[in-house]
């Protein structure tokens, strides 16, 4: 499978092409069995949950975690923390430090249930802070960090994507160099697509990079964090055809 089925003309699915893949709901919003995220709730579709923390209308949402006084019973995320236990907010539904939240936790909706398999397609959209330093996603299982891609706007003076896994709670050798398509304060659209030897990355609708498989089971690898510097509009996980 190639990074450029996923892209199609403009690179520009899931999300914004006019031929998705047929079969695999994409997510969210595209299977009423799961939870549309984020706010894509309220009075089009009111069975559905929008969390987390959305008081403002649904074309607004407030990730991450701005509940606020209009959403109470929401928690806040990360570091602002709540009443029951302001300084180790948990969202959503579970444990985790501040500086590493996991996104949005192991096995439930918009997680990886079924691990890492050929064919899985991630796509991640949002926007770089103004003033960005760093962001990452991470790719992992629950004691191995299978792919790590941290983005460095200043590094002695450098802009560089390290790239590494940590297995057994040892960190391998650094993976640097290529392109640098990230732009402080503009938007992106990151596609990563795994198949069975690599993780296939493209960021707005170019190929950007590839990373062989360091964590072999790919099947343990069931989670998706995503921190730092960047907002966050939509997370979408699917299955090329």
């Known amino acids: 499978v190639q990074l450029s089925d996923a892209l199609g003309e403009g690179g520009v699915w899931p999300g914004g092409g006019s031929n998705p893949p047929a079969g695999g709901a994409v997510w969210p919003g595209g299977n009423p069995a799961q939870p549309t995220w984020p706010g894509q709730g309220g009075p089009q579709n009111p069975a559905q949950p929008t969390w987390p923390g959305q008081g403002g209308p649904p074309a607004q949402p407030t990730w991450p975690g701005q509940g606020g006084p209009q959403n109470p019973a929401q928690p806040t995320w ?135 498989h360091r964590v072999k089971d790919l099947r343990s690898i069931n989670l998706l964090s995503i921190y730092k510097d960047v907002t966050l509009t939509s997370v979408l996980v699917d299955r090329l055809p």
């Open 78 to 212: 990360p570091g602002q923390g709540g009443p029951q236990n302001p300084a180790q907010p948990t969202w959503p539904g579970g444990a985790g430090a501040p500086a590493q939240p996991t996104w949005p936790g192991p096995g439930g909706p918009g997680g990886l249930p079924n691990g890492v398999f050929d064919k899985l397609l991630i796509t991640v959209k949002g926007t770089v802070k103004p003033h960005a330093n760093t962001f990452t996603i991470n790719i992992k299982s629950s004691h191995d960090l299978a792919f790590h891609f941290n983005v460095r706007f200043n590094e002695g003076g450098h802009k560089v994507i390290v790239r590494n896994s940590e297995i057994s709670k040892k960190w391998g050798k650094e993976e640097r160099g290529g392109a640098f398509p990230f732009v402080q304060g503009q938007p992106f659209e990151m596609k990563v697509l795994c198949t069975s030897a690599a993780y296939r990355v493209a960021v707005n609708g170019s190929h950007l990079l590839e990373y062989q």
